[in-house]
């Protein structure tokens, strides 16, 4: 029966999206959307909750007055699609990627690069995360506790360095800009019909010099996945095998966030949290069927992963007047947790009735960031300088299979100098330079290693009106990355980067440099819409490949040839950006509103094997996202639809080449207010039920000389095409504000 209700479903939704989403395309197809709004410092305080929570304004990017190019989008511009996550909202942002499974968006990409190339900020402060390249999984935020997402495209002095393809800066809740409380109950069911519960409540409340805010959200998610695998000996080769697997994810997020504010005369001291605890189980079930048909059964993995998260933020900061300017300060402390299992059982019967245990691994990570920034500002005619200093201290404990115990030790200390000039009301240009002084410590079971340099990072931003409806930017800025955890630790590996090879961590790495430009231009259509172009260029030098040393190991007799990271790369990536969104009143479509985001980007760098020139791992050509939502005032109902889609994505290894290509995901929403203080909500993803297909072309070797011979020769060792699905996400919810 539910199969039934999922078919009907799923073509009702088809027909509500198709003609409204066909025009919305056809109408926008030629940038980027904002209805312009006041920056975050000067909105309007204490709305009530009704106004956020049940409403059916059209709402797209905010428009943003920084001076660095920066995109503001508020919760009101994700709410109406019930978004789980933070990653399932910024698949609606401009140049935003994910290579993640089916319904899963975890590893930001920006631009394409590589997840460590993206700095994610929880308040303007770094996010540890447990991933080795330094990247923050955000599928593990709730988007309920966000009030705004920044995308930074280049950064001012006053702020992070790091995000060498741009920063994303997750602003949560402020009880300061609200009243009033909340009470969210819902469901989220999977294609099987199995359920999930969403409950969240929060308040806000104050008197003229306090203002306070508390929420909890529990979310349970389950992704129940389908994967085939058909293996050939090469291209265009006879059959050799097909693997079967069903992998489900299941779990729950419990979060809580909370903030006080006590404003004064001439400032205010703020005090801020948040707590995430992520428990989740990955069973993957593999089951292996020979090349003569697939009843001949060959074997079974089961895999069972059981993990355990948790993330905790403290901050305070504030402002007071001193003498002819103001002195602000930031102070905060995060800490990421983590233990993993994982055991593996194989066997030769397909009813998984006799397996044995075949391998047992255990993840343990304790990551902490202390950090601070004190700087002293004050403002003339025409004129605004800022100086301080920013510090982080991040300390990061590991116990992973095969690098054994280890401890890495990070110390930042980071002065800086901005100064803002405004010679016309219509000119402003921004000027900073900061002095990065960074000392590293690692430590494993077999060595030792450190780092100590200063790098001195520039920034310019410009920004022209040359109308009320017309302004250009420009911004020239230098940032820098720190290595990958693994590369650092000094531990020599055998069987990796391929086997019958080793790899040995560098403890001495250097950070990786990149001078990066932007330009933009941005017209503002009537009083709400918005069409935005950006061309950006990024220069990366120092970056880290995977070289051979010359040395040999051995292991249980055997000689390993060692390979190591070093810096000794550089890469570029270039592309453009467009972006733009309007409501369409101008054209007699009333109440209704489209967008539509779409990124081109390309890049170079030098295999560090092969040495042919090839783009980044995973970068694909384009990226898009198009919506539309639509408000029936007289029966106060909202409804809309938005598509996401990119190109194919190819990842080099030593030993494999393998490409990911993922179909549109559309999605769509319908909503009915009652009254003035409830809502009832329900959205569907992955309506056209998309599917993630990779391609691994593998090859073989007694050394990697003989791998990289074989490789440029195209002498495959094995042809491997994968195909994965989920099937569409329902979830239904009701809001209701007191």
Do not use: C
Request: aromatic fraction near 10%; hydrophobic fraction near 35%; glycine fraction near 8%.
């Amino acid at each position: 029966m539910f199969s039934k209700l999922n078919r009907q479903t799923r073509l009702a939704a088809l027909l509500l999206t198709s003609s409204a989403l066909s025009g919305a395309i056809v109408t926008t197809a030629v940038a980027a959307d904002e209805v312009p709004a006041a920056p975050a410092e000067d909105a309007a305080a204490n709305a009530a909750m009704t106004e956020v929570v049940v409403t059916g304004r059209l709402r797209f990017r905010d428009r943003a007055e920084t001076e660095n190019p920066t995109l503001i989008y508020d919760q009101e511009f994700f709410q109406k699609f019930e978004p789980v996550s933070v990653g399932e909202m910024l698949k609606r942002v401009p140049g935003i990627t994910f290579t993640s499974d089916t319904l899963e968006f975890d590893g930001v990409s920006m631009r394409g690069l590589p997840p460590g190339y993206t700095t994610i900020l929880i308040n303007g402060r770094k996010a540890p995360g447990g991933e080795k390249d330094r990247s923050f999984f955000v599928d593990r935020i709730p988007a309920e506790l966000v009030e705004r997402i920044e995308i930074v495209r280049s950064p001012t002095a006053d702020q992070p360095r790091s995000g060498m393809a741009g920063s994303l800066n997750i602003v949560l809740k402020d009880g300061a800009k609200l009243r009033g409380g909340l009470i969210k109950a819902g469901a989220v069911i999977n294609d099987d019909g199995k359920v999930r519960p969403s409950l969240a409540a929060a308040y806000a409340g104050g008197d003229e010099t306090n203002d306070w805010w508390i929420g909890v959200n529990h979310q349970g998610r389950r992704n129940p996945k389908k994967k085939y695998s058909w293996r050939y000996k090469a291209i265009n080769d006879d059959f050799d095998d097909m693997e079967y697997q069903q992998d489900t994810r299941d779990g729950k997020d419990t979060s809580v966030n909370g903030e006080w504010k006590h404003s004064f005369e001439d400032g205010f001291i703020r005090l801020n949290g948040f707590f995430v605890n992520t428990d989740r189980d990955e069973d993957e079930i593999s089951k292996t069927y020979g090349a003569t048909n697939f009843t001949d059964f060959d074997e079974v993995e089961v895999q069972a992963e059981r993990i355990s998260q948790k993330t905790y933020a403290l901050g305070v900061d504030g402002e007071f007047g001193l003498g002819i300017g103001k002195l602000e300060y930031d102070f905060g402390w995060n800490k990421y947790d983590e233990h993993t299992t994982t055991t593996v059982h194989v066997g030769e019967e397909e009813d998984l009735s006799d397996l044995e245990l075949d391998d047992e691994e255990t993840l343990d990570i304790v990551d902490q960031e202390y950090n601070g920034k004190v700087a002293y500002g004050f403002k003339g005619d025409g004129y605004k300088l800022k100086f301080g200093v920013s510090t982080s201290q991040k300390k990061r404990d590991g116990v992973a299979d095969p690098l054994g115990a280890y401890k890495i030790e990070e110390t930042n200390i980071d002065p800086f100098v901005r100064a803002t000039f405004t010679p016309t009301r219509n000119l402003t240009l921004d000027l900073g330079l900061r002095y990065e002084m960074t000392e590293r410590e690692v430590t494993g079971e077999d060595d030792s290693g450190s780092y100590d340099e200063s790098i001195l990072t520039p920034s310019f931003n410009l920004l022209y009106k040359t109308s009320r409806d017309d302004q250009f930017r420009f911004s020239v800025a230098r940032t820098s990355r720190s290595p990958d955890f693994d590369d650092m630790v000094p531990l020599t590996e055998t069987e990796e980067p391929a086997d019958e090879n080793a790899f040995r961590g560098n403890a001495s790495l250097k950070n990786e440099t990149s001078w990066g430009a932007d330009a933009g231009y941005e017209h503002r259509l009537g009083t709400q819409g918005i069409f935005g172009v950006n061309l950006f260029y990024r220069n990366i030098e120092d970056m880290i490949e995977v070289i051979s040393t010359g040395e040999t190991v051995e292991d249980d007799g055997d000689e390993f040839s060692v390979y190591q990271p070093r810096n000794i790369g550089e890469g570029k990536t270039w592309g453009v950006e467009l972006d733009f969104s309007t409501p369409l009143d101008n054209l007699g479509v009333k109440n209704t509103g489209v967008y539509f985001n779409y990124t081109w980007m390309d890049s170079e760098v030098s295999d560090p094997f092969t040495g042919e020139k090839r783009k980044f791992n995973n970068q694909p050509d384009w990226v898009y996202n198009a919506g539309f939502v639509t408000n029936l005032p007289a029966w106060d109902v909202s409804f809309g639809s938005s598509i996401y889609g990119r190109d194919t994505g190819v990842a080099y290894a030593v030993d494999e080449v393998a490409s990911v290509d993922y179909d549109p995901s559309l999605e769509a929403f319908v909503e009915k207010r009652f009254g003035k203080r409830y809502v009832l909500r329900f959205s569907v993803q992955n309506i056209l039920d998309s599917e993630k297909a990779e391609v691994f072309t593998k090859y073989d070797g007694d050394s990697i000389d003989e791998i990289l011979e074989n490789r440029l020769n195209h002498e495959i060792d094995e042809y491997e095409r994968e195909s994965e699905k989920s099937g569409p996400l329902y979830q239904i919810t009701l809001r209701a504000t007191f």
